[in-house]
Structure formats: structure tokens, C-alpha cells
């Protein structure tokens, strides 16, 4: 599987930003897929994670996001968003998505994840 990000750019704080995060492949809507961010000299964060589409989409998000963010996934697609809203400088990163398991199992380890792209980097100014 490979997956290509896209969507990163620069924006002040407060702003808005759509991450997209597409597969090659079939990939079943039962695998959980994630997002993750990293920052230069610190380990790999955990973002939001989403197992299914829809309405009946299993989803979670790192605690420290205080509900700014949401994932989704496309029914049928191999392709999940993420949208970052009231962006803050601390939000500055590579943000990266990753195809993990069938299960929602640890959803928030990196590890847990089979497939990675190669990123897209979000900047937030002050």
C-alpha cells in the first residue's frame, strides 16, 4: 500500500486546513487508518484514528486536541481527511497517515501501523 498526504501549507493561528490522505490499493473500510504528526527531535504524536465510514465510524483523537480536529473517511474510498480547525503554532508538523489493522486495537501507537506516506507539512504562524 502506498499512501501520498496532501493538503499541508502555512496559515496563522485560528485558520483552517484540509489534510487528505489517499491509498493505492483496496483497502477494507474495517482497517483502521490514522493520523499522526512529528516534529524535529520529538517522537511520533498521535492524532485521530477512524475505522469504518460513515455514520458508523469508530473514531479517535489524541486528548491534547481538545476537539479541533476531525477525521473522516469516504464510504467506498480509499481516502481519509483530516480538518484541523482554530489551528494553533503548536500544531506545526509533518503530518503523517498511516493504514493500520482490522482491529481499533491501540490505535494511538505507531506501531500499530503497517503502512506509512511520506507526509505533508502543516505551518502555523502566531
Known amino acids: 500500500v502506498q499512501l501520498q498526504a496532501s493538503g499541508g501549507g502555512m496559515v496563522q493561528a485560528g485558520g483552517s486546513l484540509r489534510l487528505s490522505c489517499s491509498a493505492s490499493?483496496?483497502?477494507?473500510?474495517?482497517?483502521?487508518m490514522g493520523w499522526f504528526r512529528q516534529t524535529p527531535g520529538k517522537q511520533r504524536e498521535f492524532v485521530a484514528a477512524?475505522?469504518?465510514?460513515?455514520?458508523?465510524?469508530?473514531?479517535n483523537y489524541a486528548d491534547s486536541l481538545g476537539a479541533r480536529f476531525t477525521i473522516s473517511r469516504e464510504n467506498g474510498k480509499n481516502t481519509v481527511y483530516l480538518q484541523m480547525n482554530r489551528l494553533k503554532p503548536e500544531d506545526t508538523a509533518v503530518y503523517l497517515c498511516?493504514?493500520?489493522?482490522?482491529?481499533?486495537?491501540?490505535?494511538?501507537?505507531?506501531?500499530?501501523?503497517?503502512?506509512w506516506g511520506p507526509g505533508t507539512l502543516v505551518t502555523v504562524s502566531s
Open positions: 498511516a493504514v493500520g489493522r482490522s482491529d481499533f486495537y491501540a490505535n494511538h501507537i505507531p506501531i500499530h501501523y503497517d503502512s
Open positions: 490499493g483496496l483497502i477494507p473500510s474495517t482497517t483502521t
Open positions: 477512524i475505522r469504518g465510514s460513515g455514520r458508523r465510524a469508530l473514531t
